[in-house]
């Protein structure tokens, strides 16, 4: 299959170009990370000439904080960009895979959140990527994989378990959170999923993470401990750390469907992220 790849440099799309190149498709990556979604001209003529059979949107602005601080950007990136994808997908024939986040959901659940449960973000970030989940519904409405995913780690970018470590190794006393709850998630597994969604033709929308599920902290004690760090690590809240944007308590994804449908089984939370820290995080 080719493959158009948005969100260069990015971790998610450094695993899975290096994912669909291992399964011997041909994927080809836009030459910046965020702008040229952005730009209607730009997409449309890299969609033209390479004619490729999936387009998989994984640019986005993504820190959650900076959304909050700039809405207008993240509105333009993570909704109107993801219309503008969409739209040079259809233009071409193309299905466009587009990857979305937890953070659609208001965090008030008692179980697993699954795909057709009412949304409600409490953040710009959360609104920002549930506007663009529904412009390439309408976008593209019979061609298109829309996925969603939590709390990703992996090389190639800063994420939560490598600055938890470099702080850690560097003796500082840590408090992290511990009422919020939801489900780690390796890059490098994500991209299989994904890359597995496209294989099997799937479409709709699924959700997608490590099984099972923690909080922050047990996270980060989790890390520490695998790594053989050694720091005070201390439980807090999230008030106490006064954060621009709103968090939700609990965004546990119900991913039975993406199993069903890819015939495949995310590895638990702890399994990935000791497989990550083997490879030198």
Not at 228 to 233: E, F, M, R, S
Not at 256 to 279: C, H, N, Q, S, V
Request: a neutral charge.
């Amino acid at each position: 299959m080719k493959v158009l790849i948005t969100g260069r440099g990015g971790m998610l799309a450094r695993a899975v170009n290096s994912e669909l190149t291992a399964r011997n498709h041909s994927p080809t990556w836009m030459a910046n990370p965020e702008a040229d979604i952005t730009v209607p001209a730009a997409i449309r003529t890299v969609a033209n000439h390479l004619e490729p059979d999936w387009v998989f949107n994984l640019a986005a602005m993504t820190r959650v904080d900076d959304c909050e601080s700039n809405p207008a950007q993240a509105y333009t990136v993570n909704g109107t960009g993801a219309k503008i994808v969409a739209e040079a997908a259809r233009a071409v024939g193309a299905c466009v895979l587009q990857v979305s986040t937890d953070y659609v959901f208001p965090g008030d659940a008692s179980r697993p959140y699954r795909e057709d449960d009412p949304t409600g973000p409490l953040s710009i970030y959360g609104k920002s990527k549930l506007m663009g989940e529904l412009a390439v519904r309408e976008a593209a409405p019979d061609r298109h994989v829309i996925v969603r995913t939590a709390w990703l780690y992996g090389a190639g970018g800063t994420n939560f378990v490598d600055t938890i470590l470099r702080k850690a190794r560097a003796g500082e006393p840590l408090k992290v959170v511990d009422d919020q709850r939801g489900a780690p998630t390796w890059t490098v597994d994500l991209a299989k999923a994904l890359v597995r969604l496209m294989e099997v033709d799937a479409r709709g929308t699924f959700h997608c993470t490590s099984r099972g599920d923690c909080t922050w902290f047990d996270l980060a004690g989790a890390a520490i401990e695998m790594a053989g760090a050694k720091t005070k690590l201390e439980r807090t809240d999230t008030e106490s750390l006064a954060r621009p944007a709103p968090r939700p308590r609990y965004s546990v994804l119900d991913c039975g469907k993406f199993e069903r449908i890819a015939g495949m089984t995310m590895p638990d939370w702890r399994d990935a992220l000791k497989r990550y820290l083997a490879g030198g995080a």
